[in-house]
């Protein structure tokens, strides 16, 4: 096996269900890491990620940043305009 084949992904590892079956398995910092490798695994390892949102204001400062007074958290003004294309691009 030469050495440029040896450095290429199994063509198995670009199959959505058995990429996202084996990412399943890794935790969410892992498939931080995942998601940067490559488009196909950037897509299936995002989706992981993002499947279940447990600090609603990481997900809130993705869109604009937020201020905390006291008890009270508030968005500091609507989210940006080009932010929520980027969302719907997707």
């Known amino acids: 096996m030469s050495l440029i084949s040896a450095m290429q992904p199994h063509r198995v590892l670009f199959i959505p269900e058995l990429l996202q079956t084996i990412l399943s398995f890794m935790d969410r910092s892992d498939n931080v890491i995942n998601a940067c490798v490559c488009k196909q695994w950037s897509e299936t390892a995002l989706d992981l990620i993002w499947r279940e949102v447990t ?36």
């Open 55 to 90: 600090n609603l204001s990481r997900l809130v400062t993705l869109l604009r940043p937020y201020k905390r007074r006291g008890i009270a958290t508030y968005v500091c003004l609507f989210p940006l305009i080009v932010r929520w294309a980027k969302m719907y691009s997707v």
